[in-house]
């Protein structure tokens, strides 16, 4: 993900994480993938390394890391709600 569209996803969701309450945004903070899904993108990330991902594969490897990219977004932003509760 560009640094542009992170900047603009980060702005349109701005208003979503100021309505999160404390509990919520620790519970967005410590948001993980299941064990399968972490296996999954793990055997694709290797893949993709050693150039190997069919373009099924591709595809399914790019979205996870929009994916992870959006919701590290909102991590972010429920750390910073968090650091406003605690001020």
């Known amino acids: 993900m560009s640094t542009a569209t992170t900047d ?5 969701l701005e208003p979503v994480t100021e309505c999160l309450t404390p509990e919520a945004a620790t ?6 993938p299941d064990p399968a899904l ?5 055997a694709l990330a290797e893949k993709a390394n050693e150039g190997q991902l069919t373009a099924k594969e591709r595809t399914a ?23 406003r509760a605690a001020s």
């Open 61 to 83: 490897y790019e979205d996870y890391i929009d994916a992870n990219d959006l919701i590290g977004i909102l991590q972010a932003q429920a750390r910073a709600v968090l650091r």
């Open 27 to 32: 519970k967005l903070v410590n948001l993980r």
């Open 8 to 12: 603009f996803l980060a702005r349109m």
């Open 38 to 42: 972490q296996k999954r993108m793990a």
